[in-house]
């Protein structure tokens, strides 16, 4: 209501709930500037968001920029708390590391800016998306970013913009989405095999070691239950292991970010094991 009188404002209401993908075609196919800014409803901007976006996209070769997500609700509970470490971890490690050798593989949809030009020619690509016979109506981001990718434009991660984000407080919620994301992530990987020839190595690196890695987590813990089933003996070896592991990621990740809390991540380890992985 406030900004419907603004003239440099228009809002499009759609009939119905149309899903994102839909309303996004809706809103780019209708817009006239160079650059687009997505943002989701539960998501706040910092000011200078905009500016700093805009300013990664100045080289033409930049199809687009994602920001750095937070949550705006991590006081809430233990879980959004280890979420928003979770979050810090994913983009100040992973999408940074992409953004290194040109190519971050997923703009998350809080906070991503394209160039109008490059999505008006994936916007056909984005509508009819199949998977498996049936129009896809998850993984919007992920999807779109391989399109981007796969015309020729790079793809860049700007940590000083930042983006705060609700994210679930509920077991039953991050695990709906955890699943959905992982959906997108397995099956968008078939799409980006063709990509990662023409991308550095490191990015080839980066996709095994995504899909691979869980299923080397899930072998280990199944073969620490058969030892257990099998033996009766307790499979130390597996456990130090893990725990080795997830202390060095720990430790990383409170050196870099000067905060101790996220030697509490190692909590995330337990959550994996037993409900994210099976």
């Known amino acids: 209501d406030h900004y419907a009188c603004d003239p440099r404002f228009r809002f499009i209401l759609m009939p119905k709930n149309v ?3 839909k309303a996004q075609i809706v809103a780019i196919r209708e817009s006239s500037g160079d650059l687009v800014l997505n943002v989701d409803s539960d998501t706040t901007i910092a000011p200078d968001v905009v500016t700093k976006l805009a300013l990664k996209m100045y080289s033409p070769a930049v199809g687009a920029a994602m920001g750095q997500l937070t949550a705006s609700n991590r006081s809430d509970t233990w879980l959004t708390r280890l979420i928003d470490m979770e979050y810090w971890l994913a983009c100040n490690e992973e999408r940074a590391a992409q953004a290194r050798f040109g190519a971050v593989m997923c703009c998350c949809g809080p906070c991503a800016m394209y160039r109008r030009s490059a999505l008006l020619l994936l916007l056909d690509k984005y509508e009819t998306q199949l998977f498996r016979g049936r129009p ?3 993984g919007e981001d992920r999807h779109l970013t ?9 793809t860049e991660y700007v940590p000083e913009a930042i983006a705060a984000t609700v994210v679930p407080n509920s077991m039953g919620a991050y695990l709906r989405q955890q699943l959905r994301w992982a959906r997108s992530t397995f099956r968008d990987t078939l799409l980006a095999l063709r990509l990662l020839p023409g ?4 990015l080839t690196l980066d996709v095994i070691g995504q899909n691979l890695g869980p299923l080397l987590l899930a072998l280990s813990v199944l073969t620490g239950l058969a030892q257990l089933a099998l033996t009766a003996t307790v499979p130390w070896s597996t ?6 592991m997830t202390m060095v990621r720990c430790g990383v990740a409170a050196f870099r970010a000067r905060e101790l809390r996220f030697l509490g991540f190692s909590l995330h ?3 994996n094991v037993a409900l994210l992985l099976p």
Do not use: H, P, V, W
Not at 146 to 154: C, E, K, P
Not at 239 to 244: D, E, P, Q, R
């Open 239 to 244: 456990i130090l292991m893990i725990a080795s």
């Open 199 to 202: 991308l550095d190595r490191y």
């Open 269 to 271: 380890t337990l959550l």
């Open 146 to 154: 391989i399109l981007m990718l796969n015309a020729g434009f790079r």
């Open 19 to 21: 899903g994102k993908r």
């Open 136 to 138: 896809s109506d998850f």
